[in-house]
């Protein structure tokens, strides 16, 4: 049996963090996006469909072209943060799956052949990439500040032109320097669960 995490990591990855919304200004290194990925890549999706795609928004060019795509209450977070990586969702992903499947070769035909299976296993299992993205980088000592208000089709001409990528979310990464707010409501068990 596995040992559960401690109460200072598990309050590190729930309880204690927030949604940041201010940014310290600082470069952060390449290799801090790569042991990133290096931890995200190893969460479960269906069938290791691995179908996110992710773009590491941290130069001022490339700001400068993701700020005019977000939201006017989004765009100074944008443009604050060290990093605002693009969490993309590859609608062609069954092609490596002769590679990450290698079990079943053949699996990829079941979604070739059937678009709405390939969208929709395609939108889930990126939605749950980029979740264990956040809390990966949460682990690592990085706040976060996830977003979806911005324009996906801009988004997707601007960054993923001639392939087969679509923009889930984006989400700020660095060290949050504004003020903590106080945790917002959540559903109680009660109220969100059900036991059967």
Known sequence: ??????AVSLGRLFHESRSRNGWA???LPEHTWRQLYEL???GPTSMNTSPAR??????????ARLGPLVMDTNRPKVM?????????QDMNFYEKLPELF??????SAMFSGNRALADTTAFRNASLQGGYLILAARGMGLDVGPMSGFDNAGVDA????????KSNFICALGHGTDESFPRLPRLSFEEACEIV
């Open 1 to 6: 049996m596995t040992a559960s995490l401690d």
């Open 25 to 27: 200004a600082e470069t």
């Open 40 to 42: 995200v890549k190893y």
């Open 54 to 63: 992710f773009v590491f928004v941290t130069s001022e060019a490339a700001k």
């Open 80 to 88: 604050a943060a060290p990093c605002v990586v693009i969490i993309g």
């Open 102 to 107: 290698p079990a079943r070769p053949q699996a």
């Open 158 to 165: 601007e960054f993923f032109a001639g392939t087969s990528v």
